[in-house]
Nanobody
């Protein structure tokens, strides 16, 4: 059974930083392209970032480019999202996903507010 478990969400002030984690099990993690997706209240899902299995290929949405960094530790089967210079519009539930297998985590809430 595939399990993706996000953690690290919370309340952060504008301009602050937060690191999200996603622990994966039940998959050959190093072979999986992994993605972060977010969903703000009342809005549809928004793709944030994707990283290849070995970490050599990375893409970001324009809305987070230069502020967020995706990374992975294949030895720990863990995906990360470092959020810097947070903005109120980053407020959303953040999900990690293995799109190839149609698997999503339960999400972790990030709120950017003073």
């Amino acid at each position: 059974e595939v399990q993706l478990v996000e953690s690290g969400g919370g309340l952060v002030q504008p301009g602050g930083s937060l690191r999200l984690s996603c622990a994966a099990s039940g998959i050959t993690f190093s072979s999986c392209v992994m993605t972060w997706v977010r969903q703000a209240p009342g809005k549809g899902p928004e793709w944030v970032s994707t990283v290849s299995g070995g970490g050599e290929s990375i893409r970001y949405a324009d809305s987070v480019k230069g502020r967020f960094t995706i990374s992975r530790d294949n030895a720990k089967n863990t995906l990360y999202l470092q959020m810097n210079s947070a903005k109120p519009e980053d407020t959303a539930a953040y999900y990690c996903a293995w799109m190839g297998g149609g698997s999503w985590g339960q999400g972790t809430q990030v709120t950017v507010s003073s």
